[in-house]
């Protein structure tokens, strides 16, 4: 072992004659790490201010723009509005209540722009020379204010994982929020000319179609995946020709030889017997393997044997609507039962958004449909809300239809990508993933495709993907996402 006594013994003695040299050193060296604390502090304190003051300023110009657009204020009430908001919402992250100037507020009647520019005066918690006592954070932001429109279509998870269990009531939090999103989204609203409409999507194992179930092929377990091709016996008895009927007469003779057992609907199915994942309206005209015509109505597999887990929802598929009263009664039906079929849900999402459906919609008595695409006049929006992992898809499928994640979440993977090329902007909500009756794996499948879907957050101020544990966070989310909407209809 080596012998230190002789460095000890002279570092003992350089330290008794050095001793004031130290006390200096030390004492330059404590001020100057002080100074580089304080500093540290005072940075990070300005940029919660600016964060904070950023945030609230974006909430109180989006605000203002949407009551413009709405209608619900005229120019000459934009600069109350803003320091209405300013003032009742100042008290963000570090703020304190009316520390929030406004400096100016401009609103561009030719640009249809609103513009505010504030800030505070911002008492610092380490006055630093160079930096003084006080320091001055600003914030600037303009939003558009506009004719657009906004059609929002919500896919809501009713699947048995979201029954109550003890004092956790899944569906019951997701029944009061999405109302208050409905209510929300649809208030201060002209009712003959509405700027927004929703349309919902419950699903479970399957969608329950309603009204729109006319368009829903139910396959018989003997019979073929695809409705009727031209030159079939089924049409040509029932109009004497080889010929496609009209599309009225096709659903009357197909509904009435094959009747529902519900008003279910799975997957459409393509001549090969996989998915179809396009967007088309059940009008669409088809061909077979054998190059024979057939309307593209949407299937109900007969494998849902509509029992037990594989029962339809009693909710039903509201498409887009301004009247909170349609939508909050389908809300009200919604029982947690099922397996979880995503990405039929997603599909029929991408039909309430969809103007291929606009005719079918239009017949079934449920409103005027979708809008054609347009980005400078129409926002579509997607709200795609699950509490678990993809499991159930039946075109396409072997064995048991409800052990098919792969299946389900590659569809729905395809759709959510079609829906973005078609200019849908997608939120996603994910109810509780990290609950334990979940796999590591099957939590991680169930936030990667949530994730996928999502569109990209165009700014620091916008969010499409969230995680929620709780109905608080999860009725925050809602109000965020419509909040975040509102920027992207008036932005883009």
Not at 165 to 171: A, E, F, M, Q
Request: with cysteine; net charge negative.
């Amino acid at each position: 072992m080596r012998n230190y006594g002789g460095l000890v013994h002279a570092v003992g003695v350089f330290a008794r004659h050095r001793g004031g040299n130290f006390a200096v050193l030390f004492s330059l060296a404590a001020s100057v790490l002080a100074l580089a604390v304080g500093f540290s502090v005072n940075v990070t304190q300005l940029y919660n201010a600016k964060s904070s003051l950023q945030g609230v300023v974006d909430a109180a110009v989006t605000s203002t723009a949407r009551d413009l657009t709405t209608g619900v204020i005229k120019e000459t009430d934009a600069n109350t509005s803003v320091q209405v908001f300013l003032d009742a919402n100042s008290q963000a992250g570090i703020l304190q209540a009316d520390q929030v100037v406004m400096d100016k507020l401009i609103v561009d009647r030719t640009a249809k722009t609103v513009q505010v520019d504030a800030h505070i005066d911002l008492a610092l918690y380490f006055p630093i020379l160079g930096m003084g006592d006080m320091k001055r954070v600003a914030a600037s932001t303009t939003a558009l204010y506009s004719d657009k429109k906004v059609e929002v279509a919500m896919m809501l998870d009713i699947t048995g994982s979201m029954a109550k269990r003890g004092n956790v009531d899944k569906i019951g939090d997701l029944k009061a929020a999405a109302k208050n999103a409905v209510q929300t989204m649809l208030q201060n609203q002209d009712p003959k000319d509405p700027r927004i409409r929703v349309a919902i999507v419950p699903y479970a194992s399957g969608v329950n179609a309603g009204k729109l179930a006319e368009n829903v092929y139910a396959e018989m377990q003997v019979g073929s995946d695809l409705p009727p091709v031209v030159g079939s016996p089924l049409l040509v008895a029932k109009t004497g020709k080889s010929l496609l009927p009209f599309f009225s007469d096709y659903i009357s003779i197909v509904g009435a030889a094959m009747p529902h057992p519900d008003n279910c609907a799975t997957e459409r199915k393509d001549k090969n017997g996989d998915a179809d994942l396009s967007a088309d309206g059940p009008d669409t005209v088809r061909t077979d393997r054998n190059d024979k015509k057939y309307y593209a109505l949407v299937n109900r597999d007969d494998h849902l044997d509509g029992g037990g887990m594989n029962r339809c929802p009693d909710a039903e598929v509201i498409p887009l609507t301004a009247d909170s009263g349609a939508l909050l009664d389908s809300i009200n039906d919604f029982r947690a039962d099922g397996y979880t079929a995503g990405a039929i849900a997603i599909q029929w999402t991408y039909y309430m958004l969809s103007p291929q459906w606009r005719a079918a919609i239009k017949n079934a008595g449920l409103g005027n449909g979708a809008s054609d695409a347009n980005a400078k006049k129409i926002a579509k929006v997607a709200i795609l809300m699950t509490d678990g992992q993809f499991n159930t898809a039946f075109a396409g499928a072997g064995g048991s239809y409800n052990s098919q994640g792969n299946l389900a979440r590659g569809n729905a993977e395809t759709l959510c990508g079609n829906m973005k090329n078609d200019g849908i902007e997608i939120f996603t909500i994910g109810f509780d993933l990290n609950d334990k009756d979940m796999s590591a794996p099957e939590r991680d499948q169930a936030k990667a495709v949530l994730k996928g879907c999502s569109s990209k957050d165009a700014s620091a101020a916008e969010r499409h993907y969230f995680e929620v544990s709780t109905g608080v966070e999860l009725d925050a989310a809602f109000q965020e996402i419509i909040r975040n909407t509102e920027k992207v209809a008036l932005t883009q």
